[in-house]
Each structure stands twice: as structure tokens, then as C-alpha cells.
């Protein structure tokens, strides 16, 4: 089970990048065109809303199966190392934190009325969620 979710979120975290990193181009064209947001751009931002959500899921599972999660945390000791405090505190939190930022520039693209407002809603909220992602990847024991 822990290898699967290791491997699962592992093969996850290329797609939401990816996905992110579309998106945030492909709205950043749309402001700069100046063209109107139609529900094909809603729906690609979706894709990668729904990419981030899932391997959300996938790690909070993974946390508590983990021996370098949770389990790491609970035994003490892990901040002082920041290979285990990079696992099991800083990564899931500023992960959560990322995901919640996506989540809010999709839905308030949602609500906005002017197009480039909902680019523009998309692009800068989806490069911090990305940049903070980017910041806390585990580079080191990244399998791939
Ligand atoms: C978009 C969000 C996320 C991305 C792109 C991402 C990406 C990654 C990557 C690339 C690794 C290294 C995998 C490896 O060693 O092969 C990793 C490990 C890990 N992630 Fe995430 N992650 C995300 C969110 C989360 C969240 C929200 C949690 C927990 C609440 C979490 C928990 C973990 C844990 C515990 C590990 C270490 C797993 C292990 O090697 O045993 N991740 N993540």
C-alpha cells in the first residue's frame, strides 16, 4: 500500500505542475489578448484544479502511512533535521496552503463578471500555488 501511494504521488506531482504550469501560460495569453473567457478556459482551468485536489487526497493519506510523515513528526526530533522537516511539516503544510490559493483563483474566476479579471484571477493565483509547490518538492528522494 505505502509503495503504491508513494509511486501514485510521485507520478501525480508531474502532472499537477504540468497542468499548472498550462494554465497559468494559457491565462496569462487569454488577459494579454484580450479575448473573452468562454467555458473551454473554465474547463482547462478545471482540469488542473481537479489534478491539485486529487493529489491532495493522496498525500494526506500518504502522510499517515509514511515512515517519513507523520509518524516523524509524532516521534519528535524531526525539526532539527530538515531533510525530515521537509516531509513531515513544511511540504504538506505549504502544499495545503498552495492548493487552497488555487482553489480560491478558480472559484473567484467563477464569480468575476469581466473576462480578463477572470484571467487574470486564474494566472496570478495559479503561479503562487505553483511557486509554492515548486518551493517545497522534496527534490532529493523525488523517484519520479
Ligand atoms: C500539489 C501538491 C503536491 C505535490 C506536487 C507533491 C509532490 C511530492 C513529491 C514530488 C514527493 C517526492 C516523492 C518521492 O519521494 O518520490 C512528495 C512526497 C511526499 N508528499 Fe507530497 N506533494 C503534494 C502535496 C502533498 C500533501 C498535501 C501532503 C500531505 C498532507 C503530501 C505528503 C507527502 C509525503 C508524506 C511525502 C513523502 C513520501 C515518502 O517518501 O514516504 N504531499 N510529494
Excluded: C
Aim: no cysteine.
Amino acid at each position: 500500500m505505502y509503495t503504491g501511494l508513494q509511486h501514485l504521488h510521485s507520478g501525480l506531482a508531474y502532472l499537477v505542475l504540468a497542468a499548472l504550469a498550462i494554465v497559468f501560460i494559457y491565462a496569462l495569453i487569454g488577459s494579454l489578448s484580450n479575448r473573452p473567457f468562454t467555458e473551454k478556459d473554465r474547463k482547462i482551468a478545471l482540469i488542473a484544479f481537479i489534478l491539485a485536489h486529487v493529489q491532495l487526497l493522496v498525500g494526506l493519506i500518504l502522510y499517515f502511512v509514511s515512515p517519513v510523515g507523520f509518524s516523524l513528526l509524532k516521534g519528535g526530533g524531526a525539526m532539527s533535521d530538515s531533510a525530515a522537516r521537509l516531509t513531515a511539516l513544511e511540504h504538506p503544510l505549504i502544499n495545503i496552503v498552495a492548493i487552497v490559493v488555487i482553489t480560491i483563483g478558480y472559484s473567484r474566476a467563477k464569480k468575476l463578471a469581466d473576462s480578463r479579471a477572470k484571467f487574470r484571477s486564474i494566472y496570478m493565483l495559479y503561479a503562487i500555488g505553483l511557486l509554492l509547490i515548486l518551493s517545497r518538492i522534496p527534490w532529493g528522494s523525488w523517484i519520479g
